[in-house]
């Protein structure tokens, strides 16, 4: 698996992930909350299926190698 998610990306990915997962606790008392534990997976991995399907990165550093 490449990388194909960026520095920004990842910080962005991570904080959504933490808020949804914080919602859970604080907020409605759903499972939507749950969503964010594979958006923080993802973001720690660096790839996501979803841009290497739509052939998408965010990754600079990736792209130029």
Do not use: H
């Not at 998610?5 to 991570?14: A, E, N, W």
């Not at 923080?40 to 550093?61: E, N, Q, R, T």
């Amino acid at each position: 698996m490449e990388n194909n998610i960026g520095s920004v990306d990842k910080v962005l990915r991570i904080l959504v992930g933490l808020v949804l997962i914080v919602l859970v606790f604080v907020g409605p008392q759903t499972v939507w909350g749950w969503v964010g534990v594979p958006v923080i997976l993802i973001a720690l991995f660096g790839w996501c299926p979803l841009y290497k399907v739509l052939g998408i990165s965010s990754c600079k550093k990736c792209a130029a190698e």
